[in-house]
Nanobody, 128 residues
């Protein structure tokens, strides 16, 4: 089992920044691809970003949904068992509950059904 706990959400004005964190416990963190998803009221949960697992000889790869490319950055610190989502130039349409997720099969997974473990979510609200 893997437990995931998100933090860092809050209320911010348009154009501002937030950094979300997701702390993992329970299994070897470095073996998991880690994703961020979000769900706005009345909408389906959607992919935001993913960072792959990697051994020490290869670099991590990342992938983003088009609407956040150039504004959001996903990163991971395996020593701290934590994945981050740095969100800059926030827009009101970024308002949602943000979830982190982990999977050990799909290294660049973008679908919710590719992920095995989920956090409880953290609210991000961007005011105009």
């Amino acid at each position: 089992q893997v437990q995931l706990v998100e933090s860092g959400g809050g209320l911010v004005q348009a154009g501002g920044s937030l950094r979300l964190s997701c702390a993992a416990s329970g299994r070897t963190f470095s073996n998991f691809a880690m994703g961020w998803f979000r769900q706005a009221p009345g909408k389906e949960r959607e992919f935001v970003a993913v960072i792959t697992w990697s051994d020490s000889s290869t670099a991590y790869a990342t992938s983003y949904t088009t609407s956040v490319t150039g504004r959001f950055t996903i990163s991971r610190d395996n020593a701290k068992n934590t994945v981050y989502l740095q969100m800059n130039s926030l827009k009101p349409e970024d308002t949602a509950v943000y979830y982190c997720a982990a999977n050990f099969q799909y290294n660049l997974g973008r679908r919710t059904d590719e992920y095995d473990y989920w956090g409880q979510g953290t609210q991000v609200t961007v005011s105009s």
